[in-house]
């Protein structure tokens, strides 16, 4: 019999991409009619003080931080390395592109209905192959917002890559939603699950496996989805160093004989709803060095772009994330212009066909303009 171990830490929800979530469902919508109608957290990475959204779960967890992964940067960067024939290597590399290189993650890892990714040259065409991809797989349900520029990279020679996954995960039953907050490192937060019997939750206890419980505060579950190909698994247990080896850590204690949930126990499970976007800025300026003489040698990454729309609650978890590269010239950049009107300065109005303004305002004090 395994030795109970004395374990404590934070919940870690454990997104294990191709393992859990249910493929793109096919009703009369776009996907963004299965998030729910109330507004998410909206926020870019540098906005976010306690959360870190990492390119690769070779990162560290750090007390008292979040740490988001999700496969849709690595599924981009996976096709510039197809596309050029070898890992992607640049001048002055960082070890986040060796990471990336070491491919932990690819396309076998989802199912293909899921996700769309590719990359190509322009000269290729690949602007209009991302649309024709979009609309093959999901038939028009996909609303993409973090799709590359053509005005970032026009020459033949540039090069994109993007990808694209949705996955809609629902519960057989739904858990209740609960009405007494939870308190979660001492902030009240929203929950589902179910606290004490009542009538029909015989059917949300079939829907919860309880794999390797030591206790309270160490424990693993496996809450069922419709699709049976997939797996929503939430672990409380004392992380590792870093996000990939806590998730290895939980994947052996998967392979434990579970037991189901009685009306004795009790489950509780926090609600998400955001919507957050990283730029790896690390990576951009990075000059890309290649051996295939059909790839330019004055290429480097002007855009490394991830999006994740994430919400969980009673009836399940919607998650849509888009990432894009762009890789083009690396001529001297477009001069900056700041234009910053905190001096005295000359406000006029006038026709476009008249040398002559119709109004005229010298400003050198801020009398008439509006007060904070």
């Known amino acids: 019999m395994k030795t109970v171990r004395k374990l404590a830490g934070p919940l870690i929800v454990v997104v294990l991409l191709g393992m859990m979530l ?26 976010l003080k306690s959360t870190t959204i990492v ?14 992964w999700c496969g849709t940067f690595q599924l981009a960067w996976n096709e510039i390395g197809d596309l050029i024939k070898e890992p992607p290597r640049f001048l002055l590399q960082p070890p ?61 020679q540039d090069i994109v890559a993007y990808s694209y996954l949705f996955k809609h995960l629902e519960f057989p039953v739904p858990f209740e939603k609960l009405s007494e907050p939870l308190v979660f490192a001492g902030s009240k937060v929203e929950s589902f699950g179910t606290r004490e019997f ?20 160490d424990f693993v579950v496996d809450l069922a989805v419709k699709d049976k190909r997939d797996r929503l698994i939430l672990a409380k247990v004392r992380p590792a160093a870093t996000l990939a080896e806590t998730i ?17 126990d009790v489950l509780v499970v ?48 919607r998650l849509r994330s888009e990432s ?11 001069p900056r212009h700041i234009m910053i009107f905190d001096a005295p300065f000359l406000l006029l109005m006038q026709r476009a066909d008249s040398k002559r303004p119709y109004y005229a305002m010298w400003v050198d004090n801020a009398e008439l303009m509006v007060k904070r």
């Open 22 to 47: 249910v493929g793109a469902s096919c009703g009369p919508h776009d996907f963004d009619s299965f998030f729910g109608g109330r507004k998410p957290l909206v926020a870019q990475d540098y906005d």
């Open 55 to 68: 390119a690769t779960p070779q990162q560290p967890i750090r007390p008292g931080k979040n740490v988001i």
């Open 96 to 156: 986040m592109v060796d990471a990336l290189n070491n491919r932990t993650f690819t396309r076998d890892d989802l199912d293909r209905e899921s996700y769309v990714a590719l990359a190509g040259f322009v000269r290729d065409g690949i602007f209009g192959r991302i649309d024709s991809a979009l609309a093959q797989t999901f038939k028009g349900k996909a609303s993409p917002r973090f799709k590359p520029s053509f005005d970032l990279t026009p020459r033949p």
């Open 198 to 217: 009542k009538s029909g939750h015989q059917h949300m206890y079939e829907q919860v496996a309880i794999f390797d419980y030591q206790n309270q505060s």
């Open 248 to 264: 290895a850590e939980v994947q052996r204690r998967l392979e434990e004989p579970p037991v189901k949930m009685t009306w004795a």
């Open 270 to 317: 926090p609600k998400f709803n955001f919507d957050v976007t990283r730029n790896f800025r690390e990576l951009r300026g990075l000059h890309l060095v290649s051996k295939d003489p059909a790839v330019a040698k004055d290429l480097q990454i002007l855009a490394a772009v991830q999006n994740i729309r994430f919400e969980m609650d009673e009836k399940g978890v």
């Open 324 to 334: 894009h590269v762009s890789i083009g010239c690396s001529s001297e950049p477009r």
